[in-house]
């Protein structure tokens, strides 16, 4: 019934072979990017198995399509004294008033197995490669009811900073065989023009239904040139061929958003398996995610570049869809 449904709701442009994703990059989950001085810069979770093990791998490309590790490169050479060495995972940057580069991830706490908090680093000079150097303590490390992980920055039209990240819930969930007993929430947390300081409480945007499975995650917020804003995520666990990458979309910031109908890229689409965490470039129209990729003996996940639609050319607002590659390499 659920294919079916998805069917009935699919837009002609998941038929287009002008729009199918391009596979650029071997083992690099949840990327994160930023575009500086005509560079395409992008920063991946520690899989362990990539170059070198870096905390954060990171690639380059100029024009979006054909991308290039930096071996041996750790834009995270130093660590926390919160955090242990290993399992930094979903980095993401933005680039602050006074040219430097701040990075957000998700980093182990030293204290406690499997317990994630978010992690902060300001880059030494103006090079979004870093180094980056960071806090002492963690931006975010709830302990009830859970870990934080996944944080993405996001800059509004008034210049104001934020990021946007998950908080688990209680215990359970994915990888644990147990169920949880409370919502998995992707906060808001506003920042101050340092990018470090939180300002106020963080608010939650969206939680999981019944239709996520147990959790939400990796969000990605994107305001379109005519104001409204979208929230990208994934739902069900990043090992499941369930997971998928959906959106919803709000009037202004702190929401409330309302899902769209349609994951917008799901396990099916365009010869896809698993697609998800997702970062959608700062204009809206490029999107970076990873899919599932190799044997199942050497399971890896891929990293995949596509052009975005942000009801631009399907005339209706609150739709997302994925846009023309050519687009990519202008």
Request: proline share 7%; glycine share 12%.
């Amino acid at each position: 019934m659920r294919n079916q449904r998805s069917r009935h709701y699919d837009d002609p442009s998941y038929h287009n072979a002008g729009y199918h994703p391009i596979n650029v990059l071997d083992d690099f989950p949840d990327p994160g990017m930023v575009h500086f001085n005509g560079t395409w810069f992008a920063y991946g979770t520690d899989t362990g198995t990539g170059i070198a093990n870096a905390h954060v791998p990171v690639a380059t490309s100029d024009d979006f399509i054909v991308w290039r590790r930096k071996p041996g490169h750790d834009a995270l050479p130093t660590l926390g004294g919160w955090e242990k060495a290993i399992n930094h995972w979903g980095p993401d940057v933005i680039q602050r008033d006074d040219g430097k580069f701040v990075l957000y991830y998700s980093g182990e706490h030293e204290a406690q197995n499997h317990h994630h908090c978010i992690g902060v680093a300001v880059s030494s000079s103006t090079d979004p490669v870093g180094p980056f150097y960071p806090e002492s303590t963690p931006l975010a490390c709830p302990q009830d009811p859970g870990s934080a992980s996944d944080p993405s920055p996001f800059r509004d039209a008034d210049g104001s900073l934020y990021i946007v990240y998950k908080e688990n819930g209680h215990g359970g969930g994915c990888g644990t065989g147990k169920k949880r007993d409370s919502r998995v929430r992707i906060l808001l947390q506003e920042l101050g023009p340092d990018g470090i300081t939180p300002r106020g409480a963080a608010v939650e945007i969206l939680h999981n239904e019944k239709d996520d499975g147990p959790v939400v995650e990796a969000p990605s917020i994107v305001r379109a040139s005519y104001g409204r804003y979208f929230l990208f995520f994934s739902s069900h666990c990043y090992s499941s061929p369930y997971y998928d990458m959906k959106y919803a979309s709000a009037e202004t910031l702190r929401g409330p958003y309302t899902r769209a109908r349609r994951a917008l890229l799901k396990t099916g689409d365009f010869g896809l398996k698993a697609p998800g965490g997702a970062t959608v470039s700062a204009n809206g129209s490029r999107m970076v995610f990873h899919a599932d990729c190799g044997r199942q003996s050497s399971w890896k996940r891929c990293r995949y570049v596509a052009g975005v639609d942000m009801g631009n050319d399907s005339g209706d607002k609150s739709t997302v869809r994925l846009g023309s590659l050519s687009a990519l390499s202008s």
